[in-house]
């Protein structure tokens, strides 16, 4: 079955240091894969996907199929980066969701 | 992107009552989507409503209890019927703008049933 695994409910680093959020996935065939960001009181947006190969606000995101993984990474965290952080799935013209990360950047 | 709004931003109801979110989108979008969304948690999908055929809804979810509506284009109506305190969460309707899988929220409605 298809599924969103993010191992995280919370994660939280300092300023400045590297970020990591890890989001692993469960799908037979070629995965489509979202990040998606929710900042305290706004609303749910689109922060990247895995075929646009985009960096936005410094975060990348790379498909490692072998291990099933499509993790999102920022060389140094900054206090805007606060927020919750959920990985999405393509299947049958719908997304599935991980469970979401909610990222804390301590000053 | 699109503009996306939702009515009503937040309501408290009785339980035994039902109450009509509205999701407006300032262009015309072939699939939407409802979801719910507990605080701090993650979205479940109720249905997607695609214009000119009857929503599609997800398992756990009823056209008897969440009718949805969708007469153009540009807009759809989620009802919650029948409410119970269970049904307190954050409603977020979304659009698929171009058949690329990328969607896009509105802004939600915090519902809270007395």
């Known amino acids: 079955a298809q599924r969103v695994t993010q191992p995280e409910k919370l994660l939280s680093v300092f300023k400045g240091a590297p970020v990591e959020l890890k989001c692993n996935y469960s799908y037979s065939g070629s995965p489509e894969l979202f990040w998606y960001v929710q900042y305290s009181r706004q609303r749910l947006q689109l922060l990247l996907r895995?075929?646009?190969?985009?960096s936005i606000k410094g975060f990348t995101a790379d498909l490692n199929k072998g291990e099933t993984s499509f993790h999102l990474k920022k060389p140094f965290a900054q206090e805007e980066d606060s927020a919750m952080y959920y990985c999405?799935?393509?299947?049958?013209?719908?997304?599935?969701w991980g469970a979401g990360t909610k990222l804390i950047i301590k000053p | 992107s699109a503009v996306i709004s939702q009515k009503p931003s937040r309501d408290i109801c009785q339980r035994g009552t039902s109450l009509t979110i509205q999701c407006q989108v300032d262009s015309q979008v072939t699939m939407m989507f409802w979801y719910r969304q507990q605080p701090g948690q993650s979205l479940t999908l109720i249905a997607t409503?695609?214009?000119?055929?009857?929503?599609?809804?997800e398992s756990g979810f009823v056209i008897d209890k969440f009718p949805i509506s969708r007469p153009n284009l540009t807009f759809s109506t989620l009802t919650v019927s029948n409410m119970s305190p269970e049904d307190s969460s954050i409603y977020l309707c979304s659009v698929d703008l171009q058949g690329s899988y990328e969607q896009y929220f509105g802004p939600g409605t915090r519902l809270t049933v007395t």
């Open positions: 409503a695609n214009q000119g055929s009857e929503a599609t809804y």
């Open positions: 895995h075929i646009s190969r985009e």
């Open positions: 999405a799935l393509v299947s049958n013209y719908q997304l599935i």
